[in-house]
C-alpha cells in the first residue's frame, strides 16, 4: 500500500470530500475576484483585445497608422523616400504583420520589402521604423496601413484615478462608509444589552419576547419597508424632520438587523458559565457592570460575527439605500453608483472592474480582519442557549 493511500485511509473519506469541496468552492470565488482585479489595473485597449488570464504575457492588437506627411518625402539615389516609426506618442510594441486593407491586416511579414505596385515599396520591421520609397513623387494623403502589434503588459493605477475623481465614486465611498459604521455599531450595541437582559434577568413576558424576536427574522425586508418609510415619515413631518438624512437609514438598518442580533447575541450570552455571574453578585456587581466587564469581553466572537454580517448587508444594500437616502449624486452609495454606471459605461470594462473592485475591497478587508471569530460565535450562538 502506497504512503498516499495510507495517508488517505488516515484522512478519512467524508473529511476528504470536506476539504475537497471547501477548496473547490474557494477556487470558485478566487478566480472572478481575481479577474476584475488584474483587469481593472489594465491599459483599455488591451481590455477589449485579449482576457485577463494572459495580462502577464501581452496582447496582439491590430491598429490602423498613417506613414508619414508626403511633403518630408528625401530624394535618395533617384528615389523618393519617407522613413520613420509607427509608433507615435511614445507607444511601444512589437510589429508582427501588416497590411494595406483593413481585410487582410496581416498580409505581409516583417522585415522584408513589399511591392506595393506604380513603383511603389515599403519595408517595416519589427520595431516599427519604415522606410516608403516610390520612383516618383508622393501626392495626396499619407498611406494608410494596418498593423499586427504585441503590446507589451501594461498596468496603472489610472482605472481607479478616473473612477474616484472624474465619475463620482469617492464621494459615493464616503456615502457608504458614513451609511455602514454607524448601522453596524447601532444594532450590535442595542442589541446586547438586549441580549443580555432576556439571558440573565428575570422579569415577566421574557418568553414571550424571545418568541417574537425569533419571528420578526423571517420577516422579508420588502413586506416591511413601505410601512417602516410611512411610519417615518409621519414622525419626521410631526417633528419637522427632513425624510432623506443618514438618521433614517441608520434606523431602518438598525430595526431590520436587531432581530438576527438579538438572536444570535442571545444564545451566546446565554451560554457563559453560570457561576461567573454568582460570583459577581455575591461581589456586589450590579447588572450592568456584569455586562460591561464580564458579558461583553466573553461575547466578542459573537459581537465579530455579527458585525461581518451586518456589515456586508449594510455595505451591498441598495433598496434601502435608495429609499430612505435618495438617489441625488451626492446622496448615492457605492452600490447605486455602480448601477448608474452600468447604465451609462456599460461598454467601459475597465471603469467598471475598478468601480467593483473598490466596492469589494472594504468588505474584503473586514472579513479577514474578523473572520476568525466567525466560526466561532456562530457555532456557539447556535448550539448554546437556555
Not at 454580517?309 to 457605492?334: E, S
Given at each position: 500500500m502506497t504512503a498516499i493511500s495510507l495517508k488517505l485511509r488516515r484522512i478519512g473519506l467524508p473529511r476528504l470530500i470536506v476539504h475537497v469541496s471547501v477548496l473547490l468552492i474557494v477556487i470558485l470565488w478566487l478566480i472572478p475576484t481575481l479577474g476584475i482585479l488584474v483587469t481593472s489595473i489594465r491599459d483599455k485597449n488591451q481590455i477589449t483585445t485579449s482576457g485577463w488570464w494572459t495580462a502577464f504575457v501581452g496582447s496582439s492588437q491590430t491598429s490602423a497608422v498613417r506613414l508619414g506627411d508626403p511633403a518630408t518625402a528625401k530624394q535618395e539615389g533617384g528615389k523618393f523616400v519617407i522613413s520613420g516609426s509607427v509608433f507615435e506618442n511614445g507607444a511601444t510594441g512589437k510589429v508582427q504583420a501588416f497590411g494595406t486593407r483593413v481585410q487582410e491586416p496581416a498580409a505581409y511579414k516583417v522585415g522584408q520589402t513589399v511591392d506595393l505596385g506604380e513603383g511603389e515599396s515599403l519595408l517595416i520591421n519589427g520595431d516599427g521604423t519604415y522606410v516608403q520609397s516610390k520612383a516618383t513623387a508622393f501626392e495626396g494623403r499619407p498611406k494608410r496601413i494596418y498593423l499586427t502589434v504585441t503590446v507589451p503588459p501594461t498596468f496603472s493605477l489610472d482605472n481607479y484615478r478616473t473612477v474616484l475623481n472624474s465619475e463620482g465614486l469617492g464621494q459615493a465611498f464616503i456615502n457608504s462608509l458614513t451609511v455602514t459604521i454607524p448601522a453596524t455599531i447601532i444594532p450590535i450595541l442595542i442589541s446586547a444589552f438586549a441580549a443580555y437582559a432576556l439571558s440573565w434577568m428575570q422579569f415577566s413576558g421574557r418568553a414571550l419576547i424571545i418568541a417574537v424576536v425569533v419571528g420578526l427574522i423571517v420577516v422579508p425586508l420588502q413586506m416591511s419597508l413601505i410601512p417602516l418609510l410611512r411610519l417615518y415619515n409621519e414622525i419626521g413631518n410631526i417633528f419637522g424632520v427632513p425624510s432623506k438624512t443618514y438618521a433614517g437609514i441608520w434606523l431602518a438598518h438598525t430595526a431590520f438587523g436587531m432581530p438576527l442580533a438579538i438572536y444570535l447575541l442571545r444564545n451566546y450570552i446565554a451560554g457563559l458559565p453560570k457561576e461567573i455571574m454568582e460570583s459577581a453578585r455575591v461581589d456586589g456587581a450590579s447588572d450592568f457592570e456584569i455586562f460591561l466587564k464580564i458579558v461583553l469581553p466573553l461575547s466578542f466572537?459573537?459581537?465579530?460575527?455579527?458585525?461581518?454580517?451586518?456589515?456586508?448587508?449594510?455595505?451591498?444594500?441598495?433598496?434601502?439605500?435608495?429609499?430612505?437616502?435618495?438617489?441625488?449624486?451626492?446622496?448615492?452609495?457605492?452600490?447605486?453608483?455602480?448601477?448608474?454606471?452600468?447604465?451609462?459605461r456599460g461598454g467601459n470594462w475597465e471603469i467598471l472592474t475598478a468601480s467593483a473592485f473598490i466596492t469589494i475591497i472594504v468588505p474584503l478587508l473586514v472579513f479577514f480582519c474578523l473572520q476568525r471569530y466567525l466560526v466561532r460565535g456562530l457555532l456557539a450562538g447556535s448550539v448554546k442557549g437556555g
Open positions: 466572537p459573537a459581537l465579530a460575527s455579527f458585525a461581518i454580517f451586518q456589515f456586508l448587508w449594510v455595505w451591498n444594500d441598495l433598496l434601502v439605500a435608495i429609499v430612505f437616502l435618495g438617489t441625488g449624486r451626492d446622496q448615492l452609495v457605492l452600490t447605486g453608483a455602480l448601477n448608474a454606471l452600468l447604465g451609462s
